[in-house]
């Protein structure tokens, strides 16, 4: 092959310089219009790639050497393959190659664009510096400013083959960019990322600076899908919206691996909360999306420490799902460690407590277990984990619990208002099992304690009642024997006991105070209990008592819902409000209306306004029932009657 002849200008290669910068300078001093001159003198020599930082040892680089009077070996140092031991990952007891491979160039150096820093270029011997392409070091290392990539004017990418390096094809002087300084955490960050890979060392043990890198990128990867991290971070720094997500991602990841693994484990927290590109709704996979895999693939290399970190945190701190033998993570050997799991899913759960499967969500929710449940899928069912020793604590507890009829007798009440007193939460910690309701020993103490502690009267008063007597005279206001406990619990009946037992039979509570909160306690039983027929039919209509036969023949034609319990009729709260919203009868018509009841009777044979409950549609009807909404029509109908006269009479 020919010699190529030395150009007769020569430029010295440049300490940190890089090939493309080189080749500027010399198609400059040849006074060529385009970098495409000195291409087309290597590219009989073989195919020139793209970008000359990217050119490998052969022919080309060769005839490069040749026209600049350069050794070949000194402009291999000027391109990225100068970093090939440093970013090409291999096995431990593989020797690196001397090249970077194409995936490598794309994972780790701009491409299209040629960054640069405004500072350098004020400098009195300008040209670029190979770092400036290195995608993990968006930061100047002689100003500690950031590099800008793109025209601060038009916007565009800053183009690799210009020639003047001051200005962008626009003709936007890039020396008038105003420098952007950056805090001095992200400078440290920054420094740390170009000791390693010049050769200095990293921080994490057992792992290859190519590795490193390697997971770095990944790493960054992630957080560029994860805007609350990137978010977080702007605030925490105050980072200038000059940095593009992209380039503060690679310092982020930085930052994982300079603080390993504390840091790690907090982006975690966050990054499996983000939606990923996977379609269900649980799994692993919908949490951390590819991260396991890669790190489980880079274990497979020989560089154990992200798998180990990722496994630690599965099995401690993972908690939106389950883990099995199916995540990459547990297969082969490590699946033995699952067992040091110190989470247990709900099914277990449910199988050492000796409780259905759905009663752990409820006895997570009533705080009696750690853990959390969530639902999966459109069919009720859900997924969740609970804490081992939670499980274990509950067990403990549940193996001193005493029976219902234990209970009972302890309290000297019927195993009715023992269960009436567990569903009111009165009797805390209590859990039903296979074996029926459990109560702990402490709580059953406890309301022992309170009755030692209630005041001694002997003799008897009309003013106290004993437990019976009150549920007896005051039962259907609501006043059960839990209520009336919670009441004194609460401070709000005054109580006393009859002789020095500690059964709940002996409290006797005061006649007046029951009368006080008669009222309140009524309300609250409606509100959960709902309204029989004949109670109803006092309230429904405010200031209007009806008959309870009237409020039948409502629900017989379907203006009133009501259910079924035992022989009585039950009406809902939320039923009664809707039927006050929807319905009214003829005396608030006419009062609305500004209009007679005959008036009304006229109106209705002339259809202009209908009742949709009457004796002229229903036979048998009693009070006549009218939609609101008609009667508000009438209402805008008669203001705009009027004003329409006002007009004409004006």
Not at 56 to 82: A, D, N
Not at 271 to 291: D, N, P
């Amino acid at each position: 092959m020919e010699r190529l002849s030395k150009l007769p200008t020569r430029e010295p290669l440049l300490p940190g310089e890089s090939l493309e910068s080189l080749v500027r300078r010399h198609t400059l001093a040849m006074g060529y219009e385009c970098l495409g001159r000195i291409s087309a003198l290597v590219r009989e020599r073989g195919e020139v790639p793209p970008s000359f930082n990217h050119m490998g040892q052969g022919p080309v680089l060769e005839g490069l050497g040749e026209l600049f009077g350069i050794s070949t070996r000194e402009l291999l140092k000027s391109t990225v393959h100068r970093f090939a031991e440093q970013l090409m990952i291999v096995r431990p007891n593989e020797s690196s190659p001397a090249v970077c491979d194409s995936k490598t160039i794309l994972r780790f150096f701009r491409r299209g664009t040629s960054p640069v820093c405004p500072e350098c270029l004020r400098a009195e011997s300008v040209y670029e510096r190979l770092l400036w392409s290195f995608t993990p070091l968006p930061i100047c290392s002689v100003h500690r400013a950031i590099t800008i990539d793109r025209c601060p004017d038009c916007r565009w990418p800053l183009s690799s083959t210009r020639l003047d390096i001051w200005r962008c094809r626009c003709g936007q002087l890039l020396t008038d960019t105003q420098q952007v300084v950056i805090p001095v955490h992200l400078q440290s960050l920054s420094e740390n990322v170009q000791g390693w890979l010049l050769g200095g060392s990293q921080s994490i043990p057992d792992m290859s600076t190519a590795a490193l890198f390697w997971w770095m990128e990944r790493l960054a990867s992630a957080v560029i899908r994860t805007p609350p991290w990137l978010a977080q971070l702007r605030e925490r720094d105050e980072i200038s919206e000059e940095m593009s997500d992209q380039r503060l991602a690679w310092l982020a990841a930085a930052e994982m691996l300079v603080h390993w693994p504390k840091r790690f484990e907090e982006f975690l927290e966050v990054f499996q909360t983000v939606a990923k590109h996977r379609l269900t709704s649980t799994g692993v996979s919908r949490s951390f999306g590819l991260l396991l895999r890669e790190a489980k693939w880079l274990e497979d290399m020989g560089y154990p420490p992200p798998a180990k970190v990722l496994r630690q945190y599965l099995l401690e701190r993972y908690t939106l799902g389950h883990l099995t033998s199916k995540v990459c993570l547990f297969q082969g050997t490590a699946k033995t460690r699952m067992k040091d799991r110190p989470w247990l899913t709900q099914t277990q759960a449910a199988k050492q407590l000796g409780v259905r499967h759905g009663a752990v969500a409820d006895l997570i929710q009533r705080g009696l277990l750690d853990g959390a449940v969530r639902p999966t899928g459109m069919r009720g069912r859900s997924v969740g984990i609970v804490s081992l020793e939670s499980v274990q604590g509950l067990r403990r507890q549940l193996s001193s619990s005493v029976t219902v009829p234990v209970a009972a007798k302890r309290l000297g009440i019927g195993r009715h208002a023992i269960l009436e007193m567990v569903h009111r939460n009165l009797l805390w910690k209590a859990i039903r099992t296979a074996k029926g309701w459990l109560i702990p020993k402490g709580t059953i103490e406890g309301w022992e304690v309170v009755v030692q502690h209630l005041p001694i009267r002997s003799g008897t008063s009309v003013v106290w009642l004993t437990l019976r007597e009150t549920t007896r005279r005051f039962g259907k206001s609501g006043f059960t024997l839990a209520v009336v406990l919670e009441l004194v619990r609460s401070g709000r009946v005054r109580a006393c006991r009859s002789n020095k037992t500690s059964v709940l039979g002996s409290i006797l509570v005061d006649h007046n105070d029951l009368q006080s909160n008669q009222e309140q306690v009524q309300t609250r039983q409606n509100a959960e209990a709902g309204y029989a027929v004949h109670r109803l039919s006092k309230v429904l209509i405010l200031g209007r008592p009806l008959k309870a036969i009237v409020l039948q023949k409502w629900i017989t034609a379907g203006l009133l819902a009501a259910r079924r319990h035992g022989r009585i009729l039950i009406v809902m709260p939320d039923e009664v409000e809707r039927f006050r919203k929807t319905y009214c009868l003829a005396d608030e018509v006419c009062a609305l209306l500004r209009i007679s009841r005959t008036t009304l009777s006229r109106w209705e044979e002339a259809n202009r306004i209908a009742a949709i409950y009457s004796k002229r549609s229903h036979e048998g009807a009693g009070a006549s029932v009218f939609l609101r909404d008609d009667v508000e029509r009438l209402c805008i109908k008669d203001i705009i009657a009027d004003t329409e006269n006002i007009t004409r009479a004006v």
